[in-house]
């Protein structure tokens, strides 16, 4: 145990860092009664998605999404709005496999009418939200902490300030015994063989490759034009050149620790070392795959500023330069521009996030938290074109 | 039957009155949602904007554009991030040659969130003052049909409102209602008379009252309130709801507020 | 050593045949630090790259210590270093503007 860290322990021995009471839609046409629920009551979360039960080639992919953020560790209990589908029911069952221990299930098909599951959503929610908050943190050991790493509207310090910075305070929760997970496939592109020299074994080294390679094949085989997308146009106006520039930048991030593993879209995490997971470099649909991997806290460092926070993993957003943190203060929890500033040294910034991850781990609220930005997406790899 | 209308410009005639907070890109969804509230406007939630490649460029820049210039829409504010593919300025440029009743605001320039919200209500404010609607007699209704349930057989009622002067667009190309709601979306029509899948929910599109219809499969029936018409609704009846609807009467749907939008895409996301 | 904060432009690596500049810089200008001697040939935005050496066409672009690209044409010393005159090796087949 930890006598600094205190968080909320799971039934199944998993810990939250937050005790969120979540409502969520399984079927795009509940996520407005999602919405109303969680806007009229004292305290719980609710996310909005697109996904209407279509069985295609995502099927797997958003289903394994959806039901592993219903069951991350920060939540006290889901609230699931169904349409009754045997689809839709088995997410619930795979989020209660992966450890929820609180489900709720509200389906339209038994009540009625969707006024009416609002209304007992409603109930219900609050009744909830007042037992969470009964609920006490206990002491917890490091490996409680699950930390995602992140990085949008990157610019050219990004590679110099914020992400080494975040690789200090990754190394540091690593050796403590915490869990941290690099990810954006896009975004190692050009320094993933300086990330594969480093992986503890020269399987995970050779897995760390495939997946950036399975990534390259894709865009080659869709015969993709990258250009506009990766670097983005504000990549590139902030001074990033290439992608190779931006990858080796974003590396940064993941510090010095030895990579212990390669992880899919959305897989469980398991509780201590620094991994890799395989997400896209959208910001909201890492951010969503971060949270049903039961990432439980993440931080995400940004050039340009971005409001982006999720429903239920605190997100701490530290700038890249000075100018940005000055003009725009409430998105950023912390500014790592002090040290192309000459104010501060890399190791200072890099203790000062580590402890401020601690703050927010024992509860302290982000800016993103304060802003209630919960931004949800379903990462999708196939075309929606075709019937 | 006389139509109401509100004469919108160069958008045309809509049927409904909504000024719109579009946010170009999914991070800006919940400042637009703060702005929207404030002003009594519409917006949504959406997924797109970042991280698109490819062809999808142009079509989602297509898409937000036809939002943007919908009948029923009296003026738009576009609120971007900064750093998103689909740069809010350049569409509102777009639109702006269009309609003049266009802004946009971009986050990373207004002084945040806060700021933002701030300008956001003000620039809103200025538009609905700047450009009153008036009140106007529709000389054309413009209806979409979704047949995303394809076992339902709409040619007497086609037939019936093409009798009467009833424009219509059906769109049957998608099993899932909203992807043939974004498609009768950019063919701009006012109303949409939706008939899903025997398997699906009723839904709706944002700017768009739609008018669900029952399939009587077991679902419809345990959720039949959630439905604008029964599933023996005749076309007589079917006529005098979207009649009603032209003029005022909230559909279902619009009453719950739902609406989540999708675009179709070609390619996967990076 | 300076100070970062006396640096008009940032070194990440001894090898790298460029620098990170840390403040906007006009033509003209002269940096002398950390063994550096050149004249900024280009109007350089904060956080965009200098040349720190010659650069010959298809020569690779190294920063932190590693390739990010190649030059696409000569570039001289003290010259801009972006996307005018750099692609990556891959997936870039070419770059916007």
């Known amino acids: 145990m930890s006598d600094q860290l205190k968080a909320f322990a799971r039934p199944d021995g998993r810990w939250g860092l937050r005790n969120h009471v979540l409502i969520l839609p399984l079927h795009s046409a509940l996520s407005a009664t999602a919405r109303k629920i969680a806007d009229a009551s004292i305290g719980a979360v609710g996310v909005s998605h697109d996904w209407s039960g279509e069985v295609d080639g995502d099927f797997a992919r958003i289903t394994k999404t959806i039901s592993g953020f219903a069951a991350n560790p920060n939540n006290f209990a889901t609230i699931f709005l169904t349409i009754g589908t045997p689809h839709e029911l088995a997410i619930i069952e795979v989020a209660k496999k992966i450890g929820l221990a609180r489900a709720e299930v509200l389906n339209v098909a038994e009540y009625g009418s969707m006024a009416k599951i609002a209304d007992i959503g409603l109930a219900m929610?609050?009744?909830?939200?007042?037992?969470?908050?009964?609920?006490?943190?206990?002491?917890?050991?490091?490996?409680?902490?699950?930390?995602?790493?992140?990085?949008?509207?990157?610019?050219?310090?990004?590679?110099?300030?914020?992400n080494p910075a975040l690789g200090v305070a990754s190394d540091r929760l690593v050796e403590l015994g915490a869990a941290s997970v690099l990810g954006e496939t896009t975004e190692i592109l050009g320094a993933e063989h300086l990330l594969a020299a480093r992986a503890i074994t020269p399987e995970i080294g050779a897995q760390i490759i495939e997946t950036v390679a399975r990534y390259e094949r894709s865009i080659n085989y869709e015969g993709i034009d990258m250009r506009g997308a990766q670097p983005s146009r504000g990549n590139i106006e902030g001074g990033l050149t290439t992608l190779e520039e931006k990858s080796l930048g974003a590396a940064k991030k993941a510090g010095s620790a030895q990579f212990s593993g390669v992880l899919e879209y959305a897989d469980q995490v398991p509780?201590?070392?620094?991994?890799?997971?395989?997400?896209?470099?959208?910001?909201?649909?890492?951010l969503t795959g971060f949270g049903a991997g039961g990432i439980n806290i993440i931080v995400f460092t940004t050039g340009r500023g971005t409001p982006t926070g999720s429903a239920i993993v605190p997100t701490i957003k530290v700038a890249t330069n000075s100018t940005m943190a000055n003009a725009i203060p409430d998105l950023i929890d912390l500014n790592a521009g002090t040290i192309a500033d000459g104010l501060k040294t890399l190791a200072q910034v890099g203790g000062e996030l580590f402890d401020l991850i601690l703050e927010v781990a024992n509860g302290k609220t982000t800016k993103a938290e304060k802003g209630l930005h919960h931004e949800f997406s379903l990462s999708r790899m196939y075309n929606t074109v075709i019937r | 039957m006389s139509m109401k209308g509100f004469d919108h410009g160069n958008r045309g005639i809509g049927v409904r009155n909504h000024q719109l907070i579009l946010p170009s890109v999914v991070c800006s969804t919940r400042v637009s949602s703060r702005i929207a509230r404030e002003v009594g406007a519409v917006t949504f939630a959406h997924q797109h904007?970042?991280?698109?490649?490819?062809?999808?460029?142009?079509?989602i820049t297509d898409y937000f554009a036809a939002l943007?210039?919908?009948?029923?829409?009296?003026?738009?504010?576009?609120?971007?991030?900064?750093?998103?593919?689909?740069?809010?300025?350049?569409?509102?440029?777009?639109?702006?040659?269009?309609?003049?009743?266009?802004?946009?605001?971009v986050t990373q320039e207004s002084g945040g969130v806060a700021g933002t919200v701030s300008s956001g209500i003000s620039a809103a404010r200025e538009l609905s003052a700047n450009f009153p609607t008036a009140q106007t007699v529709l000389p054309r209704l413009h209806l979409g049909i979704d047949l995303s349930n394809d076992d339902f057989k709409v040619d007497e009622i086609v037939a019936a409102l093409t009798e009467v002067g009833v424009d219509i667009t059906v769109a049957a190309s998608h099993k899932n209602s909203g992807l043939n709601f974004s498609d009768l979306m950019e063919a701009g029509v006012h109303v949409i008379l939706s008939f899903p899948d025997p398997n699906q929910p009723p839904s709706g599109f944002p700017l768009i009252p739609t008018i669900n219809v029952s399939s009587g499969s077991p679902l419809h029936l345990a959720i039949a309130n959630d439905f604008d018409l029964g599933p023996k609704a005749e076309s007589e009846e079917i006529m005098e709801k979207i009649y009603n609807v032209v003029n005022g009467e909230l559909t279902k749907v619009e009453a719950i507020g739902a609406g989540e939008i999708i675009a179709a895409r070609e390619v996967r996301s990076v | 050593m300076l100070p970062i904060l006396m640096r008009k432009v940032l070194i990440l690596n001894e090898n790298d045949n460029i620098?990170?500049?840390?403040?906007?810089?006009?033509?003209?200008?002269?940096?002398?630090?950390?063994?550096?001697?050149?004249?900024?040939?280009?109007?350089?935005?904060?956080?965009?790259?200098?040349?720190?050496?010659?650069?010959?066409?298809?020569?690779?672009?190294?920063?932190?210590?590693?390739?990010?690209?190649?030059?696409?044409?000569?570039?001289?010393?003290?010259?801009?270093?972006?996307?005018?005159?750099?692609?990556?090796?891959?997936?870039?087949?070419?770059?916007?503007?």
């Not at chain 1, 929610?125 to 990157?154: D, F, T, Y």
């Not at chain 3, 810089?25 to 063994?35: K, R, S």
């Open chain 1, 125 to 162: 929610a609050n009744s909830l939200v007042k037992e969470a908050n009964l609920q006490a943190r206990v002491s917890a050991p490091w490996s409680a902490i699950i930390l995602g790493q992140e990085c949008g509207g990157s610019d050219a310090l990004s590679g110099i300030t914020a």
């Open chain 1, 271 to 286: 509780n201590s070392g620094l991994y890799f997971m395989d997400t896209p470099g959208h910001d909201t649909e890492q």
């Open chain 2, 49 to 59: 904007g970042c991280g698109f490649i490819g062809n999808d460029v142009g079509r």
């Open chain 2, 68 to 105: 943007a210039n919908h009948p029923n829409v009296s003026s738009t504010l576009i609120v971007g991030l900064g750093c998103e593919t689909l740069q809010g300025n350049e569409l509102a440029d777009k639109l702006l040659t269009k309609n003049k009743s266009t802004n946009y605001l």
């Open chain 3, 19 to 97: 620098a990170v500049c840390l403040v906007d810089l006009e033509i003209g200008e002269v940096i002398g630090q950390d063994g550096l001697n050149l004249t900024i040939q280009n109007r350089i935005p904060r956080g965009h790259k200098v040349a720190t050496k010659n650069i010959s066409k298809d020569d690779g672009i190294i920063k932190y210590g590693e390739r990010m690209g190649h030059a696409t044409s000569e570039i001289k010393i003290g010259e801009h270093v972006h996307t005018h005159n750099v692609l990556g090796d891959r997936l870039s087949t070419e770059q916007v503007k």
